[in-house]
């Protein structure tokens, strides 16, 4: 009857699983925690071999990594977790997902315990978020790779937009060409004298350049010594006095006065000699402020400056003729190019036309991965450019730092000592501090992992119970020998003190027959011994009677005991059932709130 007794709580203990509840909904909703999944393309919850928290928690992980979030944990999922591992990664899930900005709240154990109606939820956002991501990166990818083909190749339907953006760019750049030209704002004075050194600066400021800007090229400004920067000085000053004084001269340009256009200036260049002198005149007139009758001196350096003019102009016709020439060329260099291009595009054009007759379009995922390799290998070699320039600087700051090394002094490699040993100290000391803190991070472990968990504390309890029955039955065993020990010893005793009776008797009978006092004596030798022989008898069947109702008293206890270990494996089953009622109703309540 004990025997049985820990067998039985041993059975009831192993057939219990904690943390885990077994119901329909929860059955219902892990049911769709996995279509989810899958339908999101998540296919290893479809693997049957997998258990269910591994399914959850790998659909968990792969929705967190496939939304493009920047996390700051290592979410290193792998099958067949121990339970360290597991605990660690529900937390850092946990703890994830606040920062991603999840509506909804989980708790490690409900994951841990496959609490589905909870997990649902969260598993549903993920998945909407993977899906909002991958959508826009696949838009991200199909508008890069349509600009970067629309950057080498065209259609006939987009030929006219882009000649009339050509046009409309041409149209701006002759807009912008115009509005900066330059214009003339200020003139000289007819009567004052213009020397050969200030008629460079008096054009400047004719066209209202800065005024100290200006700096003539002198040799003196090419040689670097500490003599020659108080010549500069002067110098400056008097650039400054000869600015000042012209500006003194100039007189500003009416806006209703004529100007002098360019396109009259290259008809100019275009007239005979004879007709030069009426034009110069005609433009002396127009430029005359006031209206004063021209000298021949100034009509003499009219002319000489028109000359000078027309030969600039001259030369300025000839280069843009080259110009010309050589940009026409590069014109049907392109024009060319472009009929090429022309022709290329038909022929795409017309291999579409038969693909799309053809019904090819069931290939549009091989383009999709092409059109995602071709990305990579852009941002590869993106990545391998930068990679290169970083290293070009690394190396140049190397060698920088090596000659600088290279020619330091002996003084400089002191310091350099002294501080490396002062590093080289303080690093010692950070040293022992972090292994001041491994010690006490290694011993808080240790402490950890002495206390014992639920599944440890189950197979503890096993391994007890299995040890106590292993003691009992040898308990047992060893009273049975002992029993029967003193049962053979007893009997042994008893025998031979029946033995010593009979052959006492045998050896005195002769004797005690042969005179009638000596069988008088012998009888009453022999009723003392029956007396005491009765006498052992009744002590004998007193103390079995004892040992009877001991046995009796005992198993009556054992029925009672026996009753009250029934009624508190009952009373156990109904706490377990109502526990699991308590936490379902306050499931609903928390629903309920967070609904509300």
């Known amino acids: 009857m004990l025997n049985d007794v820990p067998k039985r709580l041993t059975r009831s203990s192993e057939t219990t699983e904690p943390d885990v509840r077994e119901d329909e909904e929860q059955t219902e909703r892990f049911q769709d925690i996995i279509d989810l999944l899958l339908a999101a393309g998540y296919f290893r919850a479809r693997i049957k071999g997998l258990s269910n928290f591994d399914k959850v928690i790998g659909g968990m992980t792969w929705c967190i990594e496939s939304c493009n979030f920047d996390v700051d944990i290592d979410l290193l999922f792998r099958e067949n977790l121990t339970i360290g591992q597991k605990i660690s990664l529900t937390e850092k899930i946990v703890a994830m997902l606040p920062k991603m900005n999840c509506p909804y709240r989980i708790e490690p154990h409900q994951i841990q315990g496959l609490d589905c109606i909870h997990i649902f939820p969260v598993i549903q956002w993920l998945v909407k978020r993977s899906m909002e991501t991958r959508e826009e990166t696949a838009d991200f990818v199909r508008s890069f790779a349509l600009s970067q083909f629309h950057k080498k190749h065209s259609f006939v339907q987009d030929s006219s937009i882009a000649e009339t953006g050509k046009e409309n760019l041409i149209k701006s750049i002759r807009l912008i060409k115009k509005s900066y030209e330059p214009r003339?704002?200020?003139?000289?004075?007819?009567?004052?004298?213009?020397?050969?050194?200030?008629?460079?600066?008096?054009?400047?400021?004719?066209?209202?350049?800065?005024?100290?800007?200006?700096?003539?090229?002198?040799?003196?400004?090419?040689?670097?010594?500490?003599?020659?920067?108080?010549?500069?000085?002067?110098?400056?000053?008097?650039?400054?006095?000869?600015?000042?004084?012209?500006?003194?001269?100039?007189?500003?340009?009416?806006?209703?006065?004529?100007?002098?256009?360019?396109?009259a200036v290259g008809?100019?260049?275009?007239?005979?000699?004879?007709?030069?002198?009426?034009?110069?005149?005609?433009?002396?007139?127009?430029?005359?402020?006031?209206?004063?009758?021209?000298?021949?001196?100034?009509?003499?350096?009219?002319?000489?400056?028109?000359?000078?003019?027309?030969?600039?102009?001259?030369?300025?016709?000839?280069?843009?003729?080259?110009?010309?020439?050589?940009?026409?060329?590069?014109?049907?260099?392109?024009?060319?190019?472009?009929?090429?291009?022309?022709?290329?595009?038909?022929?795409?054009?017309?291999?579409?036309?038969?693909?799309?007759?053809?019904?090819?379009?069931?290939?549009?995922?091989?383009?999709?991965?092409?059109?995602?390799?071709?990305?990579?290998?852009?941002?590869?070699?993106?990545?391998?450019?930068?990679?290169?320039?970083?290293?070009?600087?690394?190396?140049?700051?190397?060698?920088?730092?090596?000659?600088?090394?290279?020619?330091?002094?002996?003084?400089?490699?002191?310091?350099?000592?002294?501080?490396?040993?002062?590093?080289?100290?303080?690093?010692?000391?950070?040293?022992?501090?972090?292994?001041?803190?491994?010690?006490?991070?290694?011993?808080?472990?240790?402490?950890?992992?002495?206390?014992?968990?639920?599944?440890?504390?189950?197979?503890?309890?096993?391994?007890?119970m299995e040890l106590y029955n292993q003691v009992s039955a040898k308990h047992k065993e060893t009273k049975q020998y002992y029993t029967l020990y003193n049962t053979l010893d007893d009997t042994k005793v008893y025998l031979s003190k029946e033995l010593s009776l009979l052959n006492s008797i045998q050896d005195n009978y002769n004797e005690a027959m042969a005179s009638t006092s000596g069988k008088e004596q012998f009888l009453k030798q022999f009723d003392e011994i029956v007396a005491g022989v009765k006498r052992n008898k009744a002590k004998v069947e007193k103390r079995c009677a004892d040992e009877k109702n001991r046995r009796d008293a005992l198993s009556r206890q054992l029925v009672t005991l026996i009753e009250q270990q029934r009624k508190y494996v009952a009373a156990v089953r109904q706490l377990t059932i109502e526990c699991r009622k308590n936490e379902a109703l306050l499931a609903q309540l928390r629903d309920t709130y967070s609904k509300g």
Do not use: W
């Open 184 to 263: 003339r704002l200020f003139k000289h004075k007819d009567d004052v004298k213009r020397e050969e050194s200030t008629k460079f600066l008096g054009t400047v400021l004719e066209y209202e350049a800065p005024l100290y800007s200006i700096k003539i090229a002198s040799p003196s400004a090419e040689i670097a010594s500490s003599d020659v920067k108080e010549n500069e000085n002067k110098e400056e000053l008097k650039e400054k006095e000869n600015t000042d004084q012209l500006t003194g001269n100039l007189a500003a340009i009416e806006e209703s006065s004529a100007r002098l256009s360019v396109v």
């Open 267 to 464: 008809n100019i260049v275009g007239i005979q000699a004879q007709e030069i002198a009426k034009v110069t005149e005609e433009y002396a007139a127009m430029s005359i402020s006031q209206p004063v009758e021209p000298s021949g001196t100034n009509s003499s350096a009219a002319l000489t400056a028109l000359e000078n003019q027309r030969a600039a102009l001259q030369n300025r016709v000839r280069k843009l003729t080259k110009e010309k020439d050589a940009l026409s060329a590069k014109h049907l260099e392109l024009i060319e190019k472009l009929n090429e291009s022309r022709t290329k595009r038909q022929a795409i054009e017309r291999s579409l036309k038969k693909a799309e007759e053809m019904d090819i379009n069931e290939n549009d995922s091989i383009y999709k991965r092409l059109e995602e390799l071709l990305l990579v290998h852009d941002g590869l070699k993106e990545q391998e450019h930068n990679f290169r320039e970083q290293c070009k600087s690394d190396l140049n700051l190397l060698k920088g730092k090596l000659q600088e090394i290279e020619s330091g002094t002996s003084e400089e490699e002191e310091d350099r000592l002294k501080e490396y040993e002062q590093q080289k100290e303080a690093l010692a000391k950070v040293r022992l501090q972090l292994a001041k803190k491994n010690r006490a991070i290694a011993s808080l472990t240790r402490q950890l992992d002495d206390v014992p968990g639920r599944s440890e504390l189950t197979q503890y309890q096993r391994r007890f």
